[in-house]
């Protein structure tokens, strides 16, 4: 139940970004077609029901997102997590009129989707209990130490 409930919160989350970029997008046309000013300031993004239900999507997402978080293993969150690049791309085709170009998108999902297959057929499924000594000596273990380094390392460089 916890599961579904975070699934649907990303769906309402990457919903609600699409229903905000749709309001950022007609306040930019009515800026580009010369409407006053003063429209303009009381036509806000949250004065606009697009820019209102997109907010109260994202705060619903927020509220499932935290209220299932306490239940759900984090593995099945990363997964949630991912599914939303792949939601946002049928969205970002139905609502905001982007092209599918099969030879990038595709791709990407594909890549995403094995991604997060490995990450459930390699996650560590055994329940675990940890104290505040033991995080603290996995986080300053060489492993790790050498991880962040190389994963700063990587940002850096790019």
Same mark, same amino acid.
């Given at each position: 139940?916890?599961?579904?409930?975070?699934?649907?919160?990303?769906?309402?989350?990457?919903?609600?970004?699409?229903?905000?970029? +749709? /309001?950022?997008?007609?306040? #930019?046309?009515?800026?580009? +077609?010369?409407?006053?000013? #003063?429209?303009?300031?009381?036509?806000?993004?949250? !004065? +606009?029901?697009?820019?209102?239900?997109?907010?109260?999507?994202?705060? *619903?997402?927020?509220?499932?997102?935290?209220?299932?978080?306490?239940?759900?293993?984090? +593995?099945?969150?990363? !997964?949630? !997590?991912? =599914?939303?690049?792949? *939601?946002?791309?049928?969205?970002?085709?139905?609502?905001?009129? #982007?092209?599918?170009?099969?030879?990038?998108?595709?791709?990407?999902?594909?890549?995403? /989707?094995? %991604?997060?297959?490995? *990450?459930?057929?390699?996650?560590?499924? #055994?329940?675990?209990?940890?104290?505040?000594?033991? *995080?603290?000596?996995?986080?300053?273990?060489?492993? =790790?130490?050498?991880?962040?380094?190389? /994963?700063?390392? %990587?940002?850096?460089?790019?």
């Amino acid at each position: 139940m916890a599961f579904l409930a975070d699934l649907t919160a990303t769906i309402a989350n990457q919903v609600s970004f699409a229903l905000q970029k +749709t /309001a950022h997008i007609d306040q #930019e046309k009515n800026v580009q +077609t010369g409407s006053s000013t #003063e429209k303009t300031i009381q036509n806000n993004l949250f !004065c +606009t029901r697009k820019g209102l239900c997109g907010f109260f999507l994202l705060f *619903i997402g927020f509220l499932l997102h935290f209220t299932a978080l306490q239940y759900l293993d984090l +593995t099945l969150i990363a !997964c949630n !997590c991912s =599914s939303a690049i792949i *939601i946002n791309v049928f969205i970002s085709n139905v609502y905001l009129g #982007e092209k599918f170009v099969a030879k990038y998108d595709l791709t990407a999902m594909c890549l995403v /989707a094995t %991604g997060t297959l490995f *990450i459930i057929m390699l996650s560590n499924k #055994e329940q675990q209990t940890f104290t505040t000594s033991s *995080i603290f000596d996995l986080l300053t273990s060489f492993k =790790s130490l050498a991880y962040m380094s190389i /994963a700063v390392g %990587g940002m850096i460089a790019v």
